[in-house]
Nanobody, 115 residues
Framework: QVQVVESGGGLVQAGGSLRLSCAASGSIFSIDAMNWYRQAPGKQRELVASITSVGSTIYADSVKDRFTISRGNAKNTVYLQMNSLKPEDTAVYYC?????????WGQGTQVTVSS
């Protein structure tokens, strides 16, 4: 089984930057993709960015050219660099790691962007 922990959230002004970190532990050799999702109050959870074990990435249209997902030197670490933040980016951000067909979720980290 895989455990996932996010960190790096906080309060930032519009136009600022934050970097979120996600660390997986446990059966990390079975992880083949790691995603970032977010959920704003009253809205459904949405996919923000995804990275596979071979480095392929996808982004939501709303964050393209502003956010970058990357992997650390260790296979079990993923980052989300968020630049040019907007108030509409305010949400709880979740990291999820795919272990074959099972998604393992973290508890989330709050990102608040003030106008």
């Amino acid at each position: 089984q895989v455990q996932v922990v996010e960190s790096g959230g906080g309060l930032v002004q519009a136009g600022g930057s934050l970097r979120l970190s996600c660390a997986a532990s446990g059966s990390i050799f079975s992880i083949d993709a790691m995603n970032w999702y977010r959920q704003a109050p009253g809205k459904q959870r949405e996919l923000v960015a995804s990275i596979t074990s071979v480095g392929s990435t996808i982004y939501a249209d709303s964050v393209k050219d502003r956010f970058t997902i990357s992997r650390g030197n260790a296979k079990n670490t993923v980052y989300l660099q968020m630049n040019s933040l907007k108030p509409e980016d305010t949400a709880v951000y979740y990291c999820a790691a795919r272990e074959i067909i099972t998604w393992n979720w973290g508890q989330g980290t709050q990102v608040t962007v003030s106008s």
